[in-house]
């Protein structure tokens, strides 16, 4: 065997072998993505300032077990839910769309199945007790040049103790005055925490009570955070302004 057929067969077992590494690679990425960790970007302001639009979160699909729509184009292979688990109040969840089955919301759980919600002059109610908030300063929008906007911001506080901040942008929201909703079995109360700006189960016309088979997972952390709302939005095609562009204080962060 000449030198140059041994260097030449050592040069395709080494493109060979650098080939597996990246199906093994992308394999165990794909099996990450199906069965563990999503990805999913905000696309939307319905959960600021809790999410905003520009971030990106991994959300978990092991904490309430899969159903069909835990997989991509929900293929229809078995009913219900295997591995199942229940999601808490104040749980933040990605879930497909009930009226189509189809289009990712994510939204915050406020009612169990048998709650009865009902909002008064921008208040929850819980089962004819009101949810506690007091409040946490202001939340001031990107301005894009024009005047600034300081948006009242509450810490709203649930039966088990959880807290987290909702907005309040108008004293009398179309949505500030409206239920009670009966939550029935085996569906979900979803709302937004920009609470003035969020179509959730308040539309019963549109979202409304969300089953327990539409949930996708629970919200975990945020991975990257871009501003893509603003005068420095974020553009991957502009390398040299993303040191600027980046939230990095948003990186990391746990979703509450």
Do not use: C
């Amino acid at each position: 065997m000449s030198v140059e057929t041994d260097v030449t067969k050592r040069s395709e077992s080494g493109w060979w072998e650098m080939v597996k590494i990246v199906l093994q690679a992308l394999a165990i990425a794909m099996v990450v993505r199906i069965f563990f960790y999503q990805p999913f970007n905000i696309p939307s302001g319905s959960m600021k300032d809790t999410l905003l639009i520009g971030d990106y979160l991994f959300v978990s699909k092991l904490s309430y077990g899969y159903s069909r729509y835990s997989f991509p184009f929900g293929p229809n292979v078995f009913e219900g839910r295997i591995f199942s688990g229940q999601p808490e109040r104040g749980d933040v969840v990605v879930f497909k769309l009930p009226r189509d089955n189809s289009t990712d919301y994510i939204k915050r759980v406020i009612g169990l199945p048998g709650d009865e919600i009902q909002v008064r002059g921008g208040v929850v109610f819980l089962n004819g007790k009101e949810l506690p908030r007091k409040p946490a300063g202001f939340y001031v929008p990107p301005t894009n040049g024009g005047p600034v906007r300081r948006v009242k911001k509450y810490e709203e506080t649930l039966p088990s103790g959880k807290t987290y901040t909702v907005l309040d942008a108008e004293p009398n929201g179309f949505f500030d005055n409206v239920g009670p909703y009966k939550v029935p079995a085996g569906h979900f109360f979803m709302m937004g925490d920009n609470r003035d700006n969020s179509t959730d189960s308040r539309a019963t016309w549109d979202v409304g009570y969300v089953p327990y088979e539409n949930l996708v997972g629970r919200a975990e952390i945020i991975f990257f955070s871009a501003a893509v709302d603003d005068d420095a939005s974020f553009r991957w095609y502009t390398p040299w302004t993303w040191p600027f562009d980046v939230r990095w204080d948003r990186i990391f962060k746990l979703v509450y």
